[in-house]
């Protein structure tokens, strides 16, 4: 097996409808969970600001501080988010070579191990890579919508009060 460049795996991953159907789902299953704690939001602080313009950091974040999910239901939520935001935000960044892997990595945030240890994944991968590992990144996301989607049932059990 022959190792690829890594703009010629990024058009693979481009190119690969299995993969472009999952990272949909992502988008689609990320804007629902959005707007359900949107609706925990409404329905359970004192949030008077138009929340629909939040970002699902910025929504975790006021979920936390309203004190109104387990810490352990905001600490996934965490890492959903991490997760959502590498496959749609940093894939293209780090494939490309474009940003620095170490500048992602070492970013100052709450979930530095997390983030840090899926970054460094990525950067040790991108030197590996093969036209099969397309799958891998399949997988990846249809994991995440399958995260996605059972947080999203947690959080509307929340909203109809089945706590």
């Known amino acids: 097996m022959n190792k690829i460049n890594c703009e010629i795996f990024f058009n693979k991953l481009y190119e690969d409808?299995?993969?472009?159907?999952?990272?949909?789902?992502?988008?689609?299953?990320?804007?629902?969970?959005?707007?359900?704690?949107?609706?925990?939001?409404?329905?359970?602080?004192n949030v008077n600001?138009?929340?629909?313009?939040?970002?699902?950091?910025?929504?975790?974040?006021k979920t936390k501080k309203e004190n109104i999910l387990t810490k352990n239901t905001i600490e996934a939520l965490k890492l959903l988010s991490e997760q959502r935001n590498y496959l749609t935000h940093n894939i293209y960044s780090i494939l490309s070579n474009d940003l620095d892997d170490n500048t992602l990595i070492n970013s100052?945030?709450?979930?530095?191990?997390?983030?840090?240890?899926?970054?460094?994944?990525?950067?040790?991968?991108?030197?590996?890579?093969?036209?099969s590992d397309t799958q891998l990144y399949i997988e990846r996301a249809y994991i995440l919508v399958e995260n996605l989607n059972g947080m999203i049932e947690i959080i509307e059990k929340y909203n109809k009060g089945e706590k």
């Open 17 to 45: 409808e299995e993969f472009c159907q999952q990272l949909g789902k992502v988008t689609l299953s990320s804007s629902k969970l959005e707007v359900q704690l949107i609706k925990l939001l409404n329905n359970n602080s």
């Open 108 to 131: 100052k945030k709450e979930h530095e191990i997390i983030k840090k240890n899926l970054l460094q994944t990525t950067s040790e991968e991108k030197s590996e890579l093969l036209y």
């Open 49 to 61: 600001n138009n929340l629909y313009n939040s970002t699902l950091g910025s929504l975790i974040t």
